[in-house]
T-cell receptor, first 115, second 116 residues
Framework: AQKVTQAQTEISVVEKEDVTLDCVYE???????LFWYKQPPSGELVFLIRRNSFDEQNEISGRYSWNFQKSTSSFNFTITASQVVDSAVYFC????????????FGKGTMLLVSP | DAGVIQSPRHEVTEMGQEVTLRCKPISGHDYLFWYRQTMMRGLELLIYFNNNVPIDDSGMPEDRFSAKMPNASFSTLKIQPSEPRDSAVYFC??????????????FGPGTRLTVL
């Protein structure tokens, strides 16, 4: 069975602070995909990133970066110099790699960035 | 390109009434998913279709819920009779299949359902 745990329910920071959202997963698959989605106050779910399990290189996209560590089954997400527009709920998700598989989502972390 | 389209965006109904939620997936996508989001349970997969055929409906909470996909461009999720505990945001998502699809799902804006 697959499981995704986002232990942080809510995080509050002040603008320009760096913030890291934690994601820990469990799976019996040797290859799999990991995802992050963003849900802003408007409610839609926006895809941010997908990683496959055999590529452990960290990824950076602007102020966003992701740290994938297979040894600790973690896929953490860092926002550098946070902005008010980053306020949202962030979901980590997992799927199997072979064939087609559904996404298993974590419960989400609500990030509040105040000015 | 249009994304996943859901209607209505908001629905308020009274307990016992039938509710029908609608979804138009992205053209060319082979998979369609229905999710429910609540504060208590987060995002739950209710059912998904592949090429209009239901593949896994184990997430459907009970017989009051039913979903159909009569063609590649339309799906419905019906609740009959509705109960207050069905109040939630219901998302539809679609996904392409084939090499390079990477299981990425594209979500609609959601339907916020309130059952009084």
């Amino acid at each position: 069975a697959q499981k995704v745990t986002q232990a942080q329910t809510e995080i509050s920071v002040v603008e320009k602070e760096d913030v890291t959202l934690d994601c820990v997963y469990e799976t019996r698959d040797t290859t799999y995909y990991l995802f992050w989605y963003k849900q802003p106050p408007s409610g839609e779910l926006v895809f941010l990133i997908r990683r496959n399990s055999f590529d452990e290189q960290n990824e950076i996209s602007g102020r966003y970066s992701w740290n994938f560590q297979k040894s600790t089954s973690s896929f953490n997400f860092t926002i550098t110099a946070s902005q008010v527009v980053d306020s949202a709920v962030y979901f980590c998700a997992l799927s199997a790699y072979s064939g087609y598989s559904t996404l298993t989502f974590g419960k989400g972390t609500m990030l509040l960035v105040s000015p | 390109d249009a994304g996943v389209i859901q209607s209505p965006r908001h629905e308020v109904t009274e307990m016992g009434q039938e509710v029908t939620l609608r979804c138009k997936p992205i053209s060319g996508h082979d998979y369609l998913f229905w999710y429910r989001q609540t504060m208590m349970r987060g995002l739950e997969l209710l059912i998904y279709f592949n090429n209009n055929v239901p593949i896994d409906d184990s997430g459907m909470p009970e017989d009051r819920f039913s979903a159909k996909m009569p063609n590649a461009s339309f799906s419905t999720l019906k609740i009959q009779p509705s109960e207050p505990r069905d109040s939630a945001v219901y998302f539809c998502a679609s996904s392409p299949m084939g090499r390079g699809s990477y299981n990425e799902q594209f979500f609609g804006p959601g339907t916020r359902l309130t059952v009084l």
